[in-house]
């Protein structure tokens, strides 16, 4: 059976285990591609986990060890919004924007917006959309086999899925440029040397080391990560007043958690704090 004629919870899968969990998209003889539906379903999912009180951190990966993630899957059908007049076009100005905006964007959007720690397990290629799934993670393991490719001007586009955005953070605006204008490989040793991983593994070991990650991160004081999350991804865009005042605002949401109390009391005891996650 083909990828795309399986359910679709079995085109993405989700699993919790230990306080993680694990959003696998399951498509790699379709490159790990991502259809609308596949798509729609990623962003549902880590909104899921972002509201589980169960969950206390997520990882991305894919099937295979080929391919992450290749992008948007190509050549599926389109069709006209529903209530296109009679004698209208088929695609219109704003239909590509209205597209972007409530899909791929959608999508990075719930993970940086996810209140839960996110890592990337990048098993292979990781390119266009695919890239910047990884961009978008806040931890990236990969794989020594794996590449990272801002393919988009190979096809004759531009960058979307937030790279544009993304990219710069990670690795300066100069690199970021060259990345997209030349559309290179990069492979996982070099990925990592200029930022865009954090560990680079050999590829029989990735899951081993995502999930010795994963649990680490599931352990720890969860709404304080949440808020430490938020105050980094705000970072690049606040003044130095706001960056204080939001500082502030968050360490007194946080102060007010029980694993806030169970930290200091665990301090206090000489012992190691048994963090719930709230």
């Not at 989700?14 to 993680?20: L, M, S, T």
């Not at 597209?99 to 990781?126: F, H, M, Y």
């Not at 979307?160 to 100069?174: E, F």
Request: glycine share 8%.
């Amino acid at each position: 059976m083909a990828a795309d004629e399986a359910p679709l919870e079995e085109q993405v899968t989700y699993d919790e285990a230990g306080g993680v969990a694990w959003i696998t998209i399951n498509a790699p003889d379709q490159g790990n591609a991502l259809t609308m539906s596949r798509r729609d379903r990623l962003t549902e999912l880590f909104q899921q986990a972002s509201a589980s009180l169960a969950v206390r951190a997520v990882v991305l990966t894919a099937a295979g060890d080929r391919h992450f993630c290749t992008g948007a899957a190509l050549g599926g059908p389109r069709t006209a919004p529903p209530d296109r007049p009679e004698g209208a076009p088929e695609r219109a100005v704003g239909d590509a924007a209205r597209l972007i905006r409530e899909g791929w964007q959608r999508l990075v959007s719930s993970i940086l917006d996810c209140e839960k720690p996110v890592v990337a397990a990048v098993n292979g290629t990781a390119a266009g959309g695919g890239a910047q799934l990884v961009l978008a993670c806040d931890l990236v393991v990969m794989a020594d086999t794996a590449r990272f490719i801002e393919v988009f001007v190979r096809r004759g586009i531009m960058p979307d899925a937030g790279g544009a955005y993304l990219l710069p953070r990670l690795v300066g605006l100069h690199k970021a440029k060259e990345l997209m204008f030349l559309g290179e490989d990069v492979p996982a040793g070099e990925a990592l040397r200029i930022g865009i991983a954090n560990r680079v593994v050999p590829a029989a070991e990735l899951i081993v080391e995502v999930e010795a990650l994963a649990s680490r991160l599931a352990e720890a004081p969860t709404r304080a990560l949440a808020m430490t999350k938020w105050l980094l991804n705000r970072s690049f865009e606040s003044d130095r007043r706001t960056a204080f005042e939001e500082e502030a605002f968050a360490q007194e949401l946080v102060n007010g958690t029980d694993d806030a109390r169970e930290g200091m009391a665990a301090f206090v005891e000489r012992r190691a704090p048994a963090f719930r996650g709230w």
